[in-house]
């Protein structure tokens, strides 16, 4: 079966939006005239006839496809596996982007346009539209008459690009053709003109087996893009493109030794050899990726936390209301800020398709977040627009989080992070009064759990061909006209959704009663609380320490005295987990005095926070990267399983050591009484906000 990519993307436009698009409005978004799409649908009549589907026309609801579902998943299975006989304008791009990537000569124009079967018109045109793109990596199409056209820029500016490029045009073509591969579906020779199938798959599976598989996930979008760039990395060393030689510092970081083992063992499987240079770019690339669970964040990014803490601050007070309390953010931003850092840092450009539809949408927001980020994270140079709008959304979610009325159950299956998924979670309650429970998972979380049947509406923000089961895909920001097929979608199976489900709406006036957590849960919450608190006061101490001013020495002392409170055993274990942790960063508060050693560890069994101060200050590597003297040593011990109520307790006080310079000359000096008033004070604030208001 010859199928054209026009005919393709209107076929797939009629399964996303079915009864939303006439031929002019097809017309319109393919920018080809009614004609055209009429002579199209011709021919996309006869292929649906293969698989036993019709396709109606209808004036009012427009173009629709009718049939069993297990037809249509099968045309869109088929859609996926077939290539079309010409090539869109982006695939062509791609294989002119992929031609001057190969040699590092030149090319001549006419050799081009006769590899991409194109005019040098178009070739001129094309070439224009990618040395544009190109000049965000600072990767330059030279073009000399006489002769030819030449990419020039570092090898690892090469590598980004193209993993951009992939990322951002063929995002869900490269998830599709993973899941077809995982399920032994694809009979492709190679997947977008550049990737060999097996060891795309290879590389998948090690991936998810070494990064995945750790507590903190990574979002499915920087997933795929590990992926991508590790497949990259391997290809252009065997085709002899290395990473220009520089100065590369030790890394002993977590994300160094995953890559290295994944790169070991892809060294083991095909005849390739990564460098130094290699496996620093990649760990560079692991580094600055987004994580999938706010709630696997560390508490311990005291500095970072205070920041956030400001931010937060300053747009609530642009905005006239208080988001200062509302902990949800603070995790989500504490998770996105840290990565973003990172990769402002290494000048990592991260394209955000939604950056002008947020900027349209909420225009007052953004200016709010971009003031407030500028001013406090005066390090950074320049935000780009970019990493603003993904901050917008983690503000957007929590503002729309204020009002929400609830009643059906809901999963959102979204790729592209926490604060789009979030976002998308919000309007959707705020929007749907009917909706009881919005549920957000990643691509693999679906694959893996496979039944789905306790959710009354499945949304997606990207095509999902492996799913046996009716959703909606719709715009991550969810535009009008998906607010229009959701609703209309709730409204012709309102049946089926009301079938096992009770109807209150006689009982009393729901709509205008916000949903309460059970009893249960908020006893449970108060319990966590409680204890936790209480842990934490009880056994605080404050050691004067006069003998030595080795830290490591007095932190093992404390850890015993602990001990024989039973509070946590086996010591050595403990330590080992601190030691570790300061291995992976500097601990010094800067400018305080203080250094905040602590680790989450299975042998601890509550909630520990205690303070030894040295007669003699000693040398300790800061937060900043830079030494400096520690005259306060801070213990925070906590097991490793916390609830979410005992997370927030642990990062309200540790953010709380640094809020001002009373806070700091508090905790920094030895007078236990004062501390634990100071203490006493915080958690006292706390419960009145967040318990005993709510």
């Given at each position: 079966?010859?199928?054209?990519?026009?005919?393709?993307?209107?076929?797939?436009?009629?399964?996303?939006?079915?009864?939303?698009?006439?031929?002019?409005?097809?017309a319109?978004?393919?920018?080809?005239?009614?004609?055209?799409?009429?002579?199209?649908?011709?021919?996309?009549?006869?292929?649906?006839?293969?698989?036993?589907?019709?396709?109606?026309?209808?004036?009012?609801?427009?173009?629709?496809?009718?049939?069993?579902?297990?037809?249509?998943?099968?045309?869109?299975?088929?859609?996926?596996?077939?290539?079309?006989?010409?090539?869109?304008?982006?695939?062509?791009?791609?294989?002119?982007?992929?031609?001057?990537?190969?040699?590092?000569?030149?090319?001549?124009?006419?050799?081009?346009?006769?590899?991409l079967?194109?005019?040098?018109?178009?070739?001129?045109?094309?070439?224009?539209?990618?040395?544009?793109?190109?000049?965000?990596?600072?990767?330059?199409?030279?073009?000399?008459?006489?002769?030819?056209?030449?990419?020039?820029?570092?090898?690892?500016?090469?590598?980004?690009?193209?993993?951009?490029?992939?990322?951002?045009?063929?995002?869900?073509?490269?998830?599709?053709?993973?899941?077809?591969?995982?399920?032994?579906?694809?009979?492709?020779?190679?997947?977008?003109?550049?990737?060999?199938?097996?060891?795309?798959?290879?590389?998948?599976?090690?991936?998810?087996?070494?990064?995945?598989s750790?507590?903190?996930?990574?979002?499915?979008?920087?997933?795929?893009?590990?992926?991508?760039?590790?497949?990259?990395?391997?290809?252009?060393?065997?085709?002899?493109f290395?990473?220009?030689?520089?100065?590369?510092?030790?890394?002993?970081?977590?994300?160094?030794?995953?890559?290295?083992?994944?790169?070991?063992d892809?060294?083991?499987?095909?005849?390739?050899?990564?460098?130094?240079?290699?496996?620093?770019?990649?760990?560079?690339?692991?580094?600055?990726?987004?994580?999938?669970?706010?709630?696997?964040?560390?508490?311990?990014?005291?500095?970072?936390?205070?920041?956030?803490?400001?931010?937060?601050q300053?747009?609530?007070?642009?905005?006239?209301?208080?988001?200062?309390?509302?902990?949800?953010?603070y995790?989500?931003?504490?998770?996105?800020?840290?990565?973003?850092?990172?990769?402002?840092?290494?000048?990592?450009?991260?394209?955000?398709?939604?950056?002008?539809?947020?900027?349209?949408?909420?225009?007052?927001?953004f200016?709010?977040?971009?003031?407030?980020?500028?001013?406090?994270?005066?390090?950074?140079?320049?935000?780009?627009?970019?990493?603003?709008?993904?901050?917008?959304?983690?503000?957007?979610?929590?503002?729309?989080?204020?009002?929400?009325?609830?009643?059906?159950?809901?999963?959102?299956?979204?790729?592209?992070?926490?604060?789009?998924?979030?976002?998308?979670?919000?309007?959707?309650?705020?929007?749907?009064?009917?909706?009881?429970?919005?549920?957000?998972?990643?691509?693999?979380?679906?694959?893996?759990?496979?039944?789905?049947?306790?959710?009354?509406?499945?949304l997606?923000?990207?095509?999902?061909?492996?799913?046996?089961?009716?959703?909606?895909?719709?715009?991550?920001?969810l535009?009008?006209?998906?607010?229009?097929?959701?609703?209309?979608?709730?409204?012709?199976?309102?049946?089926?959704?009301?079938?096992?489900?009770?109807?209150?709406?006689?009982?009393?006036?729901s709509?205008?009663?916000?949903?309460?957590?059970?009893?249960?849960?908020?006893?449970?919450?108060?319990?966590?609380?409680q204890?936790g608190?209480?842990?934490?006061?009880?056994?605080?101490?404050?050691?004067?320490?006069?003998?030595?001013?080795?830290?490591?020495?007095?932190?093992q002392?404390?850890?015993?005295?602990?001990?024989?409170?039973?509070?946590?055993?086996?010591?050595?274990?403990?330590?080992?987990?601190?030691?570790?942790?300061?291995?992976?960063?500097?601990?010094?508060?800067?400018a305080?005095?203080?250094?905040?050693?602590?680790?989450?560890?299975?042998?601890?069994?509550?909630?520990?926070?205690?303070?030894?101060h040295?007669?003699?200050?000693?040398?300790?590597?800061?937060?900043?990267?830079?030494?400096?003297?520690?005259?306060?040593?801070?213990?925070?011990?906590?097991?490793?399983?916390?609830?979410?109520r005992?997370?927030?307790?642990?990062?309200?006080?540790?953010?709380?050591?640094?809020?001002?310079?009373?806070?700091?000359?508090?905790?920094?000096?030895?007078?236990?009484?004062?501390?634990?008033?100071?203490?006493?004070?915080?958690?006292?604030?706390?419960?009145?906000?967040?318990?005993?208001?709510?």
């Amino acid at each position: 079966m010859f199928i054209t990519s026009r005919e393709k993307a209107i076929i797939e436009l009629i399964i996303k939006t079915s009864g939303k698009h006439t031929a002019f409005s097809i017309a319109t978004f393919l920018n080809v005239s009614v004609r055209t799409i009429q002579r199209d649908l011709k021919t996309i009549e006869k292929i649906l006839h293969q698989f036993h589907l019709q396709l109606i026309r209808n004036t009012k609801d427009g173009l629709m496809i009718e049939g069993k579902n297990e037809q249509i998943f099968r045309l869109i299975q088929h859609l996926t596996g077939s290539q079309p006989v010409d090539q869109p304008p982006q695939e062509k791009k791609l294989l002119l982007f992929l031609n001057l990537l190969q040699e590092s000569e030149s090319f001549k124009i006419q050799v081009l346009a006769n590899e991409l079967g194109v005019s040098i018109t178009t070739l001129t045109g094309y070439l224009d539209e990618l040395t544009e793109w190109l000049r965000n990596f600072n990767v330059v199409i030279n073009r000399k008459r006489g002769v030819g056209v030449e990419l020039k820029g570092t090898e690892k500016n090469k590598r980004k690009a193209l993993a951009s490029y992939f990322l951002l045009y063929f995002n869900e073509e490269l998830i599709e053709s993973l899941f077809l591969l995982e399920k032994g579906q694809s009979n492709q020779n190679q997947i977008l003109y550049f990737f060999q199938p097996n060891r795309l798959l290879d590389i998948d599976h090690l991936v998810n087996n070494e990064v995945n598989s750790r507590q903190s996930r990574l979002a499915d979008s920087d997933y795929i893009g590990l992926v991508i760039q590790i497949y990259i990395t391997m290809q252009r060393v065997n085709d002899g493109f290395l990473i220009e030689n520089e100065i590369i510092s030790r890394d002993d970081s977590d994300e160094y030794r995953l890559i290295m083992k994944i790169c070991s063992d892809l060294e083991k499987r095909f005849s390739v050899r990564f460098n130094e240079g290699d496996l620093d770019f990649l760990t560079t690339i692991l580094k600055g990726s987004k994580l999938q669970e706010a709630v696997n964040i560390p508490y311990d990014s005291v500095v970072l936390g205070q920041m956030i803490k400001n931010v937060i601050q300053y747009v609530s007070s642009q905005l006239h209301i208080d988001l200062t309390n509302d902990f949800s953010l603070y995790q989500g931003l504490l998770a996105h800020m840290e990565p973003s850092l990172f990769r402002l840092k290494q000048g990592l450009k991260l394209f955000n398709p939604l950056t002008e539809e947020i900027k349209r949408k909420y225009p007052v927001l953004f200016l709010a977040v971009k003031n407030s980020v500028e001013k406090e994270f005066k390090e950074i140079e320049e935000f780009p627009d970019d990493e603003i709008a993904f901050i917008v959304l983690h503000f957007g979610s929590a503002l729309v989080l204020r009002e929400e009325e609830i009643a059906i159950k809901a999963l959102v299956v979204c790729p592209t992070g926490i604060g789009t998924s979030k976002m998308l979670a919000s309007r959707l309650k705020k929007e749907f009064l009917e909706i009881d429970s919005v549920d957000i998972k990643s691509i693999k979380d679906v694959q893996l759990q496979g039944n789905l049947q306790q959710y009354d509406v499945i949304l997606s923000t990207v095509r999902l061909p492996f799913l046996n089961k009716e959703y909606i895909l719709v715009n991550p920001l969810l535009s009008t006209e998906d607010i229009a097929v959701i609703r209309g979608f709730l409204q012709k199976n309102i049946e089926n959704l009301t079938k096992n489900k009770l109807y209150s709406g006689t009982q009393e006036n729901s709509s205008s009663k916000k949903l309460r957590p059970s009893l249960m849960e908020v006893l449970k919450e108060m319990k966590d609380i409680q204890t936790g608190i209480e842990a934490i006061l009880q056994h605080f101490r404050v050691y004067r320490v006069k003998d030595t001013n080795d830290y490591k020495q007095i932190m093992q002392g404390m850890l015993e005295k602990a001990r024989k409170e039973k509070l946590l055993t086996n010591v050595e274990n403990v330590m080992d987990s601190l030691i570790d942790r300061e291995r992976k960063g500097g601990l010094g508060i800067p400018a305080t005095g203080m250094g905040l050693f602590h680790c989450r560890n299975r042998h601890v069994h509550q909630l520990i926070f205690q303070i030894a101060h040295l007669n003699e200050p000693c040398s300790v590597m800061g937060m900043d990267g830079q030494s400096m003297q520690m005259k306060s040593l801070l213990l925070m011990l906590a097991p490793e399983e916390l609830s979410s109520r005992e997370q927030e307790i642990i990062s309200l006080l540790s953010t709380s050591l640094i809020e001002n310079n009373d806070a700091i000359m508090m905790f920094s000096s030895a007078d236990e009484a004062v501390i634990r008033k100071k203490m006493e004070s915080i958690f006292s604030d706390y419960l009145f906000t967040n318990l005993i208001k709510e």
